[in-house]
């Protein structure tokens, strides 16, 4: 038998999982740029929102709506401390300067893609979701053995889950257009670096593989 990473999904053994799709980082008032002035915003951040709003929120919002009617599991996971202050942030964030206190605004996910009912939101501390939170153990109580990634920012959180999900085991496929980072340069070049890790498929490929599943 031949090894592969392309290998359709099976719904009851996949799970979508959306990185850092939060109003920190994906909503013009959030913490990361609500002091920034206009022009400043819009010279770093312009082009990234655009792109956001325009392309890939709608991408994201019809994996998820197949996701759901496919009986695929849909989590999040959002950068959000356990702490009011974030004394529990990992070292890296504290030097960055990531702080989003715990119940905050600034931690729940975007209104667009908002969750359902008992869908399950993962706090997390550090760039890869698999190193700060239990989502390792809970994919496998549920069963899964394929992962789905999408969100917030393609060559940071995203890449590192990505990585850590291959070496505990999952097959992962990246939504490459449901993901994005600040400039298109470090997308594409991301995308050329983890392509070894995971099967790279657009949206339509997704929403068109579930509706067949």
């Known amino acids: 038998?031949?090894?592969?990473?392309?290998?359709?999904?099976?719904?009851?053994?996949?799970?979508?999982?959306?990185?850092d799709v939060q109003n920190y980082s994906a909503h013009r008032e959030?913490?990361?740029?609500?002091?920034?002035?206009?022009?400043?915003?819009?010279?770093k951040y312009g082009w990234f929102f655009d792109q956001l709003d325009a392309r890939v929120i709608p991408n994201m919002q019809a994996i998820q709506t197949?996701?759901?009617?496919?009986?695929?599991?849909?989590?999040?996971?959002?950068?959000?401390?356990?702490?009011?202050?974030?004394?529990?942030?990992?070292?890296?964030?504290?030097?960055?300067g990531?702080?989003?206190p715990k119940g905050s605004w600034d931690g729940m996910v975007?209104?667009?893609?908002a969750p359902q009912r008992d869908e399950i939101v993962l706090p997390k501390t550090s760039s890869s979701v698999f190193v700060s939170t239990h989502v390792d153990y809970i994919l496998?109580?549920?069963g899964v053995r394929q992962i789905v990634?999408?969100?917030?920012?393609?060559?940071?959180?995203?890449?590192?889950?990505?990585?850590?999900?291959?070496?505990?085991?999952?097959?992962?496929?990246?939504?490459?257009d449901a993901c994005l980072t600040h400039t298109q340069d470090r997308h594409d070049n991301s995308l050329r670096?983890?392509?070894?890790?995971?099967?790279?498929?657009?949206t339509k490929e997704l929403v068109e593989e579930l509706a067949g599943a």
Do not use: W
Request: with cysteine.
């Open 140 to 142: 496998r109580n549920l």
């Open 98 to 100: 990531f702080h989003v």
């Open 1 to 19: 038998m031949t090894l592969t990473r392309n290998v359709p999904l099976i719904p009851s053994q996949s799970a979508l999982l959306f990185i």
């Open 30 to 43: 959030g913490a990361e740029f609500k002091d920034l002035p206009e022009a400043e915003f819009n010279e």
């Open 66 to 96: 197949a996701c759901r009617a496919a009986g695929v599991e849909v989590m999040y996971t959002n950068i959000e401390s356990l702490t009011l202050d974030g004394r529990d942030r990992s070292l890296d964030y504290k030097i960055t």
């Open 110 to 113: 975007i209104d667009q893609i």
């Open 193 to 202: 670096a983890i392509k070894g890790y995971c099967r790279q498929i657009t």
């Open 149 to 176: 990634l999408s969100g917030l920012l393609t060559d940071q959180c995203v890449e590192s889950a990505i990585r850590d999900a291959c070496d505990l085991g999952y097959l992962v496929t990246q939504v490459e």
